[in-house]
């Protein structure tokens, strides 16, 4: 396990940290941590719908960096951090594989009806936000979503 | 899946039944697959009870593209029943509501000839 974490990026300088987990990018552990986003999900005052959905759109993130990220490289380290924002919850994901070129993660076209490519769909079409940034200090990368409440704050 | 799935098929014509129960995701994909692809060999329709499955991903949703493909390649097809909101989210989501025939339950399949 790393021993790095996050700082709040200074986009979101009033956003508060709620929860982060570190676990080994492998697919057995997805299940663990789906409970806890859909909890912190509903922390940011959305309906449980909503929760829903964020969770799927993380949970998304998660496998493309266990399975095109670390790939057959094995296992490594994710850093997964759930913050609330004034719009709604922010969800920032590290890991230290090789970068990804972020136009190679492009969703399909759906009336294109084959098995796979819909992970990246379903986090572009649940999060307002979808962003890739190289990881700090040039390792890895680093994932940032936002997601809106739409309710005035 | 959190519990694994069973499969029933009966002589004749009649459709094969994949139950499909708790987590469908990456961790379960490969066993889901395999069922899903098995029923699918077996030449008969082939009916997906969702029922119980409490969550999908976008690989569970893989698996059930490829099995309707082979079934459909091979001259059969692969419907969905009772289909949990949670996994009707999902096929919504992904526009698939309208590519796979979808049925209350068992009884309504088979009656639309399933």
């Excluded at chain 1, 649940?126 to 990368?141: A, L, Q, S």
């Amino acid at each position: 396990m790393t021993s790095a974490s996050f700082q709040v990026p200074a986009s979101e300088d009033t956003a508060e940290p709620l929860l982060e987990l570190h676990f080994t990018a492998c697919a057995d552990r997805l299940k663990l941590i789906r409970d806890s986003i859909r909890a912190t999900a509903r922390m940011c005052g959305f309906d449980d719908g909503t929760a829903q959905s964020i969770v799927l759109a993380v949970d998304e993130a998660c496998q493309n960096i266990i399975v095109h990220g670390y790939g057959e490289r094995g296992e490594g380290v994710v850093i997964l951090g759930l913050y609330r924002c004034d719009a709604g919850i922010l969800v920032r994901l590290r890991d230290f594989a090789p970068r990804v070129d972020p136009a190679k993660v492009k969703p399909r076209a759906l009336n294109d009806i084959r098995p796979g490519k819909l992970g990246s769909h379903f986090m572009s079409a649940i999060m307002d936000t979808v962003e890739f940034r190289p990881g700090p200090e040039g390792k890895g990368n680093l994932l940032e979503m936002t997601k809106h409440t739409g309710e005035p704050q | 899946m959190s519990k694994s799935g069973t499969k029933s098929g009966k002589p004749q014509q009649e459709p094969s039944v994949v139950h499909l129960a708790g987590s469908v995701d990456l961790e379960h994909a490969p066993g889901v697959r395999k069922m899903l692809l098995d029923a699918v060999a077996l030449g008969r329709n082939v009916l997906v009870d969702l029922s119980a499955a409490s969550y999908i991903d976008s690989s569970g949703i893989a698996c059930l593209i490829e099995a309707l493909q082979k079934a459909r390649s091979a001259g059969s097809d692969l419907g969905l029943v009772a289909v949990s909101i949670q996994a009707m989210r999902v096929l919504e989501l992904a526009r698939l509501d309208m590519v796979f025939p979808i049925h209350d339950d068992i009884a309504a399949a088979t009656a639309a000839g399933a």
